[in-house]
């Protein structure tokens, strides 16, 4: 079953893709089979764990074909003509902030001379070094293919160097619930990384294991305007009694289901749906926090630039990153918008997968063929999917 899932999951993804590039939804340079230099154009790829390999060939492909990298403020100005649209110059952006943009990212981006800018969650940054576990030594629980994030210390180090710019992913990368469904529980088996668990504003854990037994509900992104539902505290507290640390049992999850059916039938609240101007404070909060602790813990470094957590977004988004005093925001594809040029809104600049990098003008292109099965194989493998 598990495995018809994955394969069914994989086909889904897939399918939309190929949507999103048989519809025009994609630079022209990505479909070209030959393409014209680029000019005009500041294309933006997005990665999220570094795969040294891969991430080696993107930065070679580039340096051998005469490309330069830009950080985020360049990029807004060009966007907003004060300052000349550069040709064959592409902007690498990181998402999370994971462990392997400093163990792989960083000394690849020293060695070939080149920068990119890693949107942070702040929330979820440990304050010191520490030795972490290998994915064999790693203990079962909340994990991912690249479930840590760097260190403050790290991150420092990055910045200093002058490669690495630090911009916002906002303060938990909050998907949040969205109703009083309850479609499950956090357990100790699953391979999710915190930051991707939809918790409310406020219950977010402070260590692992405070998120287990957590009630999972139907979702939407914090960043999405709608109003998040809110666990009732005497729901958290009762289902914390009644699974009494043990996650072992085999029948955990359905003796949960049962204390929430049991406080249903009994008329006690399972939560609340925010009110919208709770729902547009808890925006700004988000946003403001981010910036403010990013900023405190990297002295002189200005945080004006936001990434859309899992690129979902609103208008009300836009307009709380303008009210805290941000100057763009970056999404990925957007149906109206293909590219990002001279004039365009900074607030809606769109990102391709890092998979297209090597789709740009120049010697050693990938074929469409080779990334589209490529991308297969890592989400059939269980790899990191970008």
Request: aromatic content about 8%; some cysteine; overall charge positive.
């Amino acid at each position: 079953m598990k495995r018809l899932r994955k394969a069914l999951g994989t086909a889904a993804e897939m399918g939309a893709e190929v949507a999103s590039l048989t519809r025009g939804r994609y630079p022209g340079f990505v479909g070209a089979r030959r393409p014209k230099a680029l000019q005009g154009e500041i294309p933006v790829f997005v990665y999220h764990s570094i795969d040294a390999a891969e991430f080696e060939a993107d930065l070679k492909f580039l340096a051998g074909n005469g490309y330069r990298t830009l950080d985020c403020d360049a990029f807004v100005e060009a966007l907003a003509g004060r300052r000349p649209m550069p040709n064959r110059a592409v902007l690498l952006t990181i998402d999370d902030g994971r462990a392997s943009v400093w163990s792989h990212g960083f000394p690849l981006l020293r060695r070939y001379g080149m920068t990119a800018v890693v949107f942070l969650i702040p929330g979820y940054i440990r304050d010191a070094d520490g030795v972490r576990p290998t994915t064999d030594d790693r203990p079962e629980g909340l994990a991912s293919a690249d479930p840590d994030l760097m260190t403050w210390p790290e991150i420092a180090a990055m910045a200093r160097s002058g490669l690495v710019d630090f911009q916002s992913h906002t303060l938990f990368h909050h998907k949040v619930p969205a109703s009083d469904r309850v479609l499950g529980f956090v357990g100790p088996r699953d391979r999710t990384a915190p930051f991707d668990i939809p918790f409310a504003t406020g219950d977010e854990p402070g260590e692992e294991d405070s998120a287990l037994g957590y009630p999972l509900f139907e979702t939407t992104s914090r960043m999405s305007g709608a109003p998040a539902f809110r666990p009732d505290a005497g729901l958290i507290a009762d289902l914390r009694d009644a699974a009494g640390g043990r996650f072992d049992a085999p029948n955990w999850r359905d003796r949960l289901h049962g204390v929430v059916e049991e406080r249903r039938k009994a008329g006690l609240p399972i939560g609340t749906a925010e009110a919208p101007d709770e729902t547009h404070a808890a925006m700004r909060h988000s946003l403001a926090e981010a910036r403010r602790i990013i900023e405190a813990r990297l002295p002189g470094h200005r945080v004006r630039h936001l990434c859309l957590p899992y690129t979902l977004g609103s208008e009300a988004a836009v307009a709380a990153a303008r009210e805290t005093g941000h100057a763009s925001t970056f999404w990925g594809l957007l149906p109206e918008r293909r590219g990002n040029r001279a004039g365009d809104d900074p607030f809606r600049s769109v990102r391709l997968k890092s998979d297209y990098l090597r789709r740009l003008p120049g010697r050693g292109r990938r074929s469409m063929a080779a990334i589209l099965l490529a991308k297969v194989l890592r989400r059939v493998s269980g790899r990191a999917v970008y």
